[in-house]
């Protein structure tokens, strides 16, 4: 691959406070888990190399998820293995439904007040609620939140004023446009006939999810009525699509040769992974 290609993105990623960790992460829940979950951390540290990310600083990554329960370790004899514990797993579960469906789930069109009945703004948040006033959110009737409902009618126009003031969309959009920026170099390359080494490949495909797993998974899902005009997610979503079944042979070859479970052998692939996004 031209390095050209991905500069953009490695760019970012350098100029950002280490965020080894969240990468991991990215790395088990995208190729590790559908192989079986559990990978030999030499393959983990070859994979890293190739980001320039030295073997210290995944290690230090690794010890610090599993003692906070990301992670799970295993020795055998000197080797050490690792797969996501309940933590991990518990946050993968609804990530993967939103990052890989064909068609990405949304809420509904009819929307209520919230007067919730907890108080923690960020896990509103996670649930899709946008905040209309201080204690006063504003969610669709098919998202989950404990809280007294009002109902709230009115025409598109309103009602697409109204979510422009509750959630963060410019931001996201903006997001979403940075993200169809640093990637269009890389779907450029393959569209012309480039071709990626096997590791190449697969550090493509991980940083191409990881960048669009943070800005998706801040996505409320709302309907398209009243998202704005030319709405910069669907963009980024056809991209994202695009790039990671161009990338997925060559990262799933690698993945054949390199990543070995507690016996030794090879983790099998799983060819559910061709049919994300599709």
């Known amino acids: ?6 500069d953009p993105v490695l ?18 829940g995208d190729a590790i888990v559908p192989r079986g979950g559990s990978v030999w951390l030499g393959t983990l540290l070859e994979f890293f190399r190739a980001l320039e990310i030295g073997d210290g600083v995944v290690r ?3 010890s610090r998820l599993a003692a906070d329960g ?15 514990g309940a933590k991990g797993r518990e946050a993968f579960t609804d990530a ?36 209309v006033a201080p204690g006063v959110f504003i969610t ?7 809280g007294l409902r009002l109902s709230i009618n009115g025409d598109a126009t309103t009602l697409q004023a109204l979510a422009a003031r509750s959630w963060p969309l410019d931001a996201l959009a903006q997001s979403y446009t940075a993200f169809v920026a640093s990637f269009s170099p890389l779907r450029n390359f393959l569209a012309k006939g480039g071709v990626c080494a096997d590791l190449e490949a697969l550090a493509a495909r991980i940083l191409l999810i990881h960048q669009y797993r943070r800005i ?13 005009e030319g709405w910069s997610g669907t963009a980024a979503r056809h991209l994202c699509a695009e790039v990671y079944l161009a990338l997925l042979p ?19 692939g799983n060819p559910q992974v061709f049919q994300r996004f599709l």
């Open 96 to 131: 993967t439904r939103r990052i890989y469906a064909a068609t990405p789930p949304r809420a509904d069109a009819e929307f209520s007040l919230l007067l919730p009945e907890t108080t923690d703004r960020e896990s509103l948040s996670r649930a899709g609620c946008g905040v």
């Open 70 to 84: 990301w992670l799970e370790r295993q020795k055998v004899g000197r080797n050490s293995f690792y797969r996501l």
């Open 250 to 268: 060559a990262s799933e070859l690698w993945l054949d040769q390199h990543a070995i479970d507690e016996s030794g052998a090879a983790l099998i």
């Open 140 to 146: 669709a009737r098919n998202v989950t939140a404990d």
């Open 60 to 62: 230090t990554a690794m």
């Open 1 to 6: 691959m031209k390095q050209a290609a991905l």
């Open 216 to 228: 998706v998974l801040r996505d409320p899902r709302l309907p398209e009525s009243v998202l704005p």
């Open 11 to 28: 760019a970012a990623l350098r100029a950002e406070p280490s965020r080894t960790w969240s990468l991991i992460i990215t790395l088990y």
